[in-house]
């Protein structure tokens, strides 16, 4: 079992109308807020509207920066620093998913020095020391930004997409209304569904003997492949999109690095290359990339295969590679169930795109933390993604 530190600062409401109490709750922080949200669902859907007129009703002043996508930039963050240092605000309020909350912590970050974000992110600046208090109103259960301390941002320009973690950009506090995921669309819902078990996954892969940990880690994603089947046949069930919520939470919050080394996180590295170059959603290019690298990894990660296959699925062979294949084609199948992509041609990716996407694979050294990928790797993963 490795050492571990297990620390999670952020509170959260969970639960109908929490936001209601947006006031008492983010009052201690300051009077001026900084709102971000994204192209404008959140107005659209009435949530907005919601949470300026209780701030209005509580006396707290507050701007508005718009237009965060789902691939979220350094630019815009930027952008948003320049508005909160105008303003002089005292707390960023991310009202959105993980694409709008990873750039809130950017700006919380980025208030208190005169460079750009990004340097943080190219590790050409020095870690930050001092952070904007942060506040989440979740609308969309995928990244478990909402209580973690990681940032994902990307300049699409260089084909650079890369994260930073630092115990600064813990929200204080995080309200998760399941009701506010409701008018999400389907094909989001699920991409959020592949997000939250491609997380489980990838701290399963770490290092280090972990029963506990890993048994948390295979019910997470049992229970997600089975409210993930639900909310695609009831998308207005609360009970069902609240029951996702926080899995995709507790699938983030380092709970599963609890006896095991932080993971492996090739996945991941590889999808960033996906999205930076073509814009798909994140978790879409997820459900593309892991059956993709299982396969690969297969000969390295059949016991621990066989152990999800057990437990996840209720396989019984006795052969663990027989059990690693069986957990790939039942993964590969549920991905399918809920429409998510399983191969680039889905998402209007052709194959004369294959040289790009190993030339940013290798431009950005892309591999994992505890299984190491070589050129070959890369060629032979992105062929099964084709």
């Not at 892969?205 to 972990?210: D, E, I, L, T, V």
């Amino acid at each position: 079992m490795e050492n571990f530190i297990h620390y999670n600062p952020t509170k959260i409401l969970f639960g109908k109308d929490v936001v209601d109490d947006i006031c008492q709750e983010i009052s201690p922080y300051g009077k001026k807020a900084l709102i971000i949200i994204g192209k404008g669902s959140v107005k659209q859907n009435g949530v907005y509207a919601r949470v300026v007129s209780l701030m209005n009703i509580c006396g707290l002043e507050h701007y508005t920066y718009e237009g965060i996508q789902s691939n979220p930039t350094f630019q815009d963050a930027d952008a948003a620093v320049k508005l909160a240092k105008e303003k002089q605000v005292d707390m960023i309020i991310a009202l959105g998913g993980g694409s709008v909350i990873d750039t809130a912590k950017a700006v919380a970050a980025g208030f208190y020095v005169e460079h750009s974000v990004w340097d943080f992110y190219l590790r050409k600046a020095p870690t930050p020391t001092k952070a904007l208090p942060i506040i989440s109103i979740l609308t969309l259960a995928a990244t478990g930004s909402e209580m973690n301390n990681a940032s994902v941002l990307q300049d699409s320009e260089n084909g650079i997409k890369t994260a930073i973690l630092n115990d600064l950009l813990y929200p204080k506090v995080s309200f998760l209304d399941p009701a506010l995921t409701v008018s999400v669309p389907l094909n989001y819902t699920a991409y959020g569904v592949v997000d939250l078990i491609a997380h489980a996954l990838e701290q399963f892969f770490g290092k280090g003997n972990a029963p506990l940990t890993d048994h948390y880690t295979a019910d997470i994603i049992k229970l997600a492949i089975s409210y993930g089947r639900k909310v695609m046949q009831q998308p207005q069930d609360y009970d069902t999109r609240a029951q996702i919520m926080w899995l995709a939470t507790n699938a983030l919050n380092g709970t599963l690095r609890a006896g095991k080394s932080p993971g492996d996180w090739g996945v991941h590295n590889i999808e960033h290359t996906l999205s930076v170059l073509y814009d798909i959603p994140h978790g879409a290019g997820l459900s593309i990339v892991y059956p993709a690298w299982l396969k690969i990894q297969l000969p390295k990660t059949k016991d621990k295969l066989a152990f999800l296959a057990k437990n996840v699925f209720e396989f019984t062979s006795i052969d663990d590679e027989v059990l690693g294949l069986d957990f790939i084609a039942a993964l590969e199948a549920f991905f399918k169930e809920i429409n998510s992509p399983l191969s680039l041609t889905e998402v209007g990716i052709n194959v004369q795109e294959k040289q790009s996407i190993l030339n940013n694979l290798a431009q950005n050294k892309v591999s994992g933390m505890v299984y190491a990928l070589t050129a070959k790797d890369h060629q032979d993963i992105v062929d099964e993604m084709f």
